[in-house]
């Protein structure tokens, strides 16, 4: 497989999501003759090569060329075909921003783009290689579902779910080697809807993709150090967005904290702050992500680490959101 | 001859009717992009008046020859051929470009029933013609896609990217067009940013690449039909036309690219597309067999 950079070693605890990714779209494909899969020379990478390998007819790799992936894609899914297309997640949004919109999103089109290597997820390539502003793009586009999976088995399960709803889609995956979260696919994934991770009353943070984990680590180590009560709701769809478990969650822990491997400017945490603002609620509130800034090189690891979005990080934030002052009273009513 | 006599004379009179559909929805809508909507004016007509294999009473039959107009703001001449094709209502012209229309400038396909391609945004449409033609394939269909792209709008790179892979696919169903008016909304393409040698960058791209007059029915017809015999590669018809042509002086003026006319504009242009149509059915009469 071409694979660009030589990765760092994978931990035995990790799987590689976008492997999962890869089988997930074989066994689409065995089951549905319509599905095809495009990429811009990211085969490899991308894992959609497995794909390739099985289904040679309908797979497609335009070379180095998004936009006309994306066009190519619509014109597709407008003859009836659904179209997987994958690239890294940069190039699937910002590079193809106007294909994206206008022949996809505009015109309603049954194609489901798979961005890979979100975030800060292709560490040691640097900033071109990172998406940190893609998920303020892409949630801004009418007729768009977006999905942020936190490990490989959510990803199966977005795959699939996105497969069965008409309209485009826009999964956004990691490189790969996420810790895993899940034991398999069966915890009742459901588009729109954020799955609690860890129960509690004091505080919730609010995390997708590969914070989620890091947010669960957090919360556990909290629990028994700080004897405090964590929520913890992985936000996988952020368009539409689960407003009601953010309502729920502001007015039974006044303090929430979103952490996301994206800028805080539009990704979750603007997303968040939308509902709240609305909803009239006082809370404590911090937005962890990378502070408006472009990310640096390094592993995937330390630049979470740096950002404060892994769960060192969270627990600071956590400790500090504790503190923070909010309107305390009981009278909700001239808060709305 | 590819195009007999009789066809001949139908088409002319079908695009007269066109242009003055064009100039009616213009001077109702107040303006238009008059020079463009003309000078892809035969090249639409002809396509849907003798080649594509479509059902009126089945607008979106799914064995249908498909249609892309790269070029979304011909939506002034696109409109009223789809009108008069009967699968939308001839009085949703009267409301083009008014808040709540249906149709305006740029044609929308979840909106204006025919439309296979939602464009306006340039550079798109070649690509979504390889996609549909690859979807073909996929499927086991023999459609063909017909793909119109205007001039200025070459200067998009994406246009590049998706005739490499029509190419690289060899999407011979893909039939592309480029209405070669010469014309962007800045002046003459020459001089805003050089297309020429046009032929040859196609060409050198891996597509059968013809050059013909635009407004020639029999030229047309005979290079659509090389295209459709062809199936080594996917072919290129350059159309040189006139940008406006049939209204009399704007004929030509790269100024007309959008335009509105007042009352005694319309009426001359009325007299004008009466002359242009005039000659050309003439000609029609004299060189048909």
């Given at each position: 497989?071409?694979?660009?950079?030589?990765?760092?070693?994978?931990?035995?605890?990790?799987?590689?999501?976008?492997?999962?990714?890869?089988?997930a779209?074989v066994e689409?494909g065995?089951?549905?003759?319509?599905?095809?899969a495009?990429t811009a020379?990211?085969?490899?990478?991308?894992?959609?090569?497995?794909?390739?390998?099985?289904?040679?007819?309908?797979?497609?790799?335009?070379?180095?060329?998004?936009?006309?992936?994306?066009?190519?894609?619509?014109?597709?899914?407008?003859?009836?075909?659904?179209?997987?297309?994958?690239?890294?997640?940069?190039?699937?949004?910002?590079r193809?921003a106007?294909?994206?919109?206008?022949?996809?999103?505009?015109?309603?089109?049954?194609?489901?783009v798979i961005?890979?290597?979100?975030?800060?997820?292709?560490?040691?390539?640097?900033?071109t290689?990172?998406?940190?502003?893609?998920?303020?793009?892409?949630r801004?586009?009418p007729n768009?579902?977006?999905?942020?999976?936190?490990?490989?088995?959510?990803?199966?399960?977005?795959?699939?779910a996105?497969?069965?709803?008409?309209?485009?889609?826009?999964?956004?995956?990691?490189?790969?080697?996420?810790?895993?979260?899940?034991?398999?696919t069966?915890?009742?994934?459901?588009?729109?809807?954020a799955?609690?991770?860890?129960?509690?009353?004091?505080?919730?943070?609010?995390?997708?993709?590969?914070c989620?984990y890091?947010?669960?680590?957090?919360?556990?180590?909290?629990?028994?150090?700080?004897?405090?009560?964590v929520r913890?709701l992985?936000?996988h769809?952020?368009?539409?967005?689960?407003?009601?478990?953010?309502?729920?969650?502001?007015?039974?822990t006044?303090?929430?904290?979103?952490?996301?491997?994206?800028?805080?400017?539009?990704?979750?945490?603007?997303?968040?702050?939308?509902?709240?603002?609305?909803?009239?609620k006082?809370?404590?509130?911090?937005?962890?992500?990378?502070?408006?800034?472009?990310?640096?090189?390094?592993?995937h690891?330390?630049l979470?680490?740096?950002?404060?979005?892994?769960?060192?990080?969270?627990i600071?934030?956590?400790?500090?959101?504790?503190?923070?002052?909010?309107?305390?009273?009981?009278?909700?009513d001239?808060?709305? | 001859?590819?195009?007999?006599?009789?066809?001949w004379l139908?088409?002319?009179?079908?695009?007269?009717k066109?242009?003055l559909?064009?100039?009616?929805?213009?001077?109702m809508?107040?303006?238009?992009?008059i020079?463009?909507?003309?000078?892809?004016?035969?090249i639409?007509?002809?396509?849907?008046?003798?080649?594509?294999?479509?059902?009126?009473?089945?607008p979106?039959?799914?064995?249908?020859?498909?249609?892309?107009?790269?070029?979304g703001?011909?939506?002034?001449?696109?409109a009223?051929?789809?009108?008069?094709?009967g699968?939308?209502?001839?009085?949703?012209?009267?409301?083009?470009?008014?808040?709540?229309?249906k149709?305006?400038?740029?044609?929308?396909?979840?909106?204006?029933?025919g439309?296979?391609?939602?464009?306006?945004?340039?550079?798109?449409?070649?690509?979504?013609?390889?996609?549909?033609?690859?979807?073909a394939?996929?499927?086991?269909?023999?459609?063909?896609t017909?793909?119109?792209?205007?001039d200025?709008?070459?200067d998009?790179?994406?246009?590049?990217?998706?005739?490499?892979?029509?190419?690289?696919?060899?999407?011979?169903?893909?039939?592309?067009?480029?209405?070669?008016?010469?014309?962007?909304?800045?002046?003459?393409?020459?001089?805003?940013?050089?297309?020429?040698?046009?032929?040859?960058?196609?060409?050198?791209?891996?597509?059968?690449?013809?050059?013909?007059?635009?407004?020639?029915?029999?030229?047309?017809?005979?290079?659509?039909?090389?295209?459709?015999?062809?199936?080594?590669?996917?072919?290129c018809?350059?159309?040189?036309?006139?940008?406006?042509?049939?209204?009399?002086?704007?004929?030509?003026?790269?100024?007309?690219?959008?335009?509105?006319?007042?009352?005694?504009?319309?009426?001359?242009?009325?007299?004008?597309?009466?002359?242009?149509?005039?000659?050309?059915?003439?000609?029609?009469?004299q060189?048909?067999?």
């Amino acid at each position: 497989m071409a694979g660009g950079l030589t990765y760092t070693a994978v931990e035995s605890t990790k799987l590689a999501t976008t492997e999962l990714y890869g089988q997930a779209m074989v066994e689409l494909g065995e089951a549905h003759p319509e599905v095809v899969a495009l990429t811009a020379d990211l085969a490899g990478s991308t894992k959609i090569g497995d794909f390739m390998e099985k289904f040679p007819d309908r797979f497609f790799n335009v070379g180095i060329a998004e936009q006309n992936m994306f066009g190519i894609a619509a014109g597709m899914a407008k003859a009836g075909l659904v179209p997987f297309l994958s690239s890294f997640a940069q190039f699937a949004s910002m590079r193809v921003a106007d294909q994206l919109s206008t022949d996809l999103c505009y015109q309603n089109v049954n194609a489901k783009v798979i961005a890979t290597h979100g975030g800060t997820s292709f560490g040691q390539a640097g900033s071109t290689h990172h998406a940190i502003t893609d998920i303020a793009l892409v949630r801004a586009l009418p007729n768009l579902t977006v999905i942020v999976p936190a490990d490989g088995y959510e990803t199966v399960n977005a795959v699939k779910a996105a497969y069965a709803t008409p309209g485009p889609f826009y999964i956004r995956i990691n490189r790969g080697f996420d810790h895993v979260l899940y034991e398999n696919t069966d915890y009742g994934f459901e588009i729109g809807k954020a799955v609690t991770l860890h129960e509690g009353t004091d505080i919730t943070v609010i995390a997708c993709g590969s914070c989620a984990y890091q947010a669960l680590t957090a919360a556990q180590f909290l629990k028994n150090a700080d004897g405090l009560a964590v929520r913890v709701l992985n936000m996988h769809t952020i368009k539409p967005l689960d407003k009601e478990a953010i309502l729920k969650a502001v007015t039974e822990t006044r303090r929430i904290i979103t952490v996301e491997d994206h800028t805080v400017v539009g990704g979750l945490g603007g997303a968040v702050a939308e509902v709240l603002a609305e909803a009239g609620k006082g809370c404590a509130f911090t937005r962890l992500g990378i502070q408006d800034h472009f990310s640096t090189i390094g592993l995937h690891e330390d630049l979470m680490s740096l950002e404060g979005i892994d769960s060192n990080g969270i627990i600071e934030a956590v400790r500090a959101t504790m503190g923070k002052d909010f309107e305390a009273d009981d009278n909700w009513d001239d808060e709305v | 001859m590819a195009l007999s006599k009789q066809e001949w004379l139908a088409l002319e009179a079908k695009a007269h009717k066109l242009r003055l559909d064009l100039l009616e929805t213009t001077h109702m809508a107040g303006s238009g992009h008059i020079g463009g909507g003309s000078s892809v004016l035969d090249i639409l007509t002809i396509i849907y008046h003798k080649y594509m294999n479509i059902r009126i009473e089945d607008p979106k039959w799914e064995d249908r020859d498909r249609c892309i107009v790269s070029k979304g703001h011909a939506g002034i001449a696109y409109a009223p051929l789809l009108v008069d094709l009967g699968w939308n209502d001839p009085e949703q012209l009267k409301t083009f470009n008014l808040t709540g229309s249906k149709m305006g400038i740029h044609l929308d396909s979840n909106k204006v029933i025919g439309v296979d391609a939602s464009t306006g945004s340039l550079g798109h449409g070649l690509s979504i013609g390889v996609g549909t033609a690859l979807a073909a394939r996929v499927l086991g269909k023999d459609y063909k896609t017909y793909v119109i792209l205007g001039d200025g709008e070459l200067d998009e790179g994406s246009n590049w990217e998706a005739a490499m892979s029509a190419a690289h696919f060899n999407t011979s169903s893909v039939i592309t067009f480029v209405d070669r008016n010469g014309a962007m909304i800045d002046g003459p393409t020459e001089s805003i940013m050089a297309l020429e040698p046009l032929a040859d960058k196609f060409t050198a791209f891996g597509f059968n690449t013809l050059r013909i007059d635009g407004h020639s029915f029999p030229q047309l017809a005979e290079a659509i039909e090389t295209a459709l015999a062809a199936t080594d590669k996917p072919t290129c018809i350059i159309c040189d036309t006139i940008k406006a042509v049939g209204f009399g002086s704007k004929a030509g003026d790269y100024r007309w690219h959008y335009g509105a006319m007042d009352d005694d504009g319309y009426e001359q242009a009325k007299k004008d597309l009466e002359a242009y149509y005039a000659g050309r059915k003439a000609k029609a009469e004299q060189e048909g067999n």
